[in-house]
T-cell receptor, first 110, second 114 residues
Framework: KNEVEQSPQNLTAQEGEFITINCSYSVGISALHWLQQHPGGGIVSLFMLSSGKKKHGRLIATINIQEKHSSLHITASHPRDSAVYICAVEVKTSYDKVIFGPGTSLSVIP | NAGVMQNPRHLVRRRGQEARLRCSPMKGHSHVYWYRQLPEEGLKFMVYLQKENIIDESGMPKERFSAEFPKEGPSILRIQQVVRGDSAAYFC????????????FGPGTRLLVL
């Protein structure tokens, strides 16, 4: 069993739809990251969370530490949101080692 | 303040050659992490360095791979005698001192071994 899991693995949405990507983990963490990777491109950090909820533009990220679960929401989705979204956790050690989820590939159709 | 920089962005090597990947962290960042993304796979931690010290190299193959982060200059990930299985995207990330600081990722180096 992977220590960080994401669902769904692939997601196709119509432009304008509300999108939710889920992440669950099984290790103790000090923080959780949501990352965005465009095809052939680099990685952009969207959020770092240790509790509660954060919002940036059309993106919202929430985390429930007790349930070991986080969600990334995209409101009013747009084709430019098409990318792979990766959940990553910083393991609660002195080394801040990061374990990545497998990613969710999102395609938003006009 | 420039972001994390990696060079080269693309690197082609023949089997048996050496590959050197460079990562310049953001200004003021003394912590560097290297990650590898194999084709069709997720990102995996390789090594965590602070200036002049390797803190955790548990994710790095024991042979042919080495990493350094000297007092001056970029962090270097070196792969000796490359094999086709080394073809991947290699990302570095850097962060400031402090336990609550986020990691910032570089654009990656795509290594292709022929």
């Amino acid at each position: 069993k992977n220590e960080v899991e994401q669902s769904p693995q692939n997601l196709t949405a119509q432009e304008g739809e509300f999108i939710t990507i889920n992440c669950s983990y099984s290790v103790g963490i000090s923080a959780l990251h949501w990352l965005q990777q465009h095809p052939g491109g680099g990685i952009v950090s969207l959020f770092m969370l240790s509790s509660g909820k954060k919002k940036h533009g059309r993106l919202i990220a929430t985390i429930n530490i007790q349930e070991k679960h986080s969600s990334l929401h995209i409101t009013a989705s747009h084709p430019r949101d098409s990318a792979v979204y990766i959940c990553a956790v910083e393991v609660k050690t002195s080394y801040d080692k990061v374990i990545f989820g497998p990613g969710t590939s999102l395609s938003v159709i006009p | 303040n420039a972001g994390v920089m990696q060079n080269p962005r693309h690197l082609v090597r023949r089997r048996g050659q050496e590959a050197r990947l460079r990562c310049s962290p953001m200004k003021g960042h003394s912590h560097v992490y290297w990650y590898r993304q194999l084709p069709e796979e997720g990102l995996k931690f390789m090594v965590y360095l602070q200036k002049e010290n390797i803190i955790d190299e548990s994710g790095m193959p024991k042979e042919r791979f080495s990493a350094e982060f000297p007092k001056e200059g970029p962090s270097i990930l070196r792969i000796q005698q490359v094999v086709r299985g080394d073809s991947a995207a290699y990302f570095c990330a850097s962060r400031q001192d402090g336990s609550r600081e986020t990691q910032y990722f570089g654009p990656g180096t795509r290594l292709l071994v022929l």
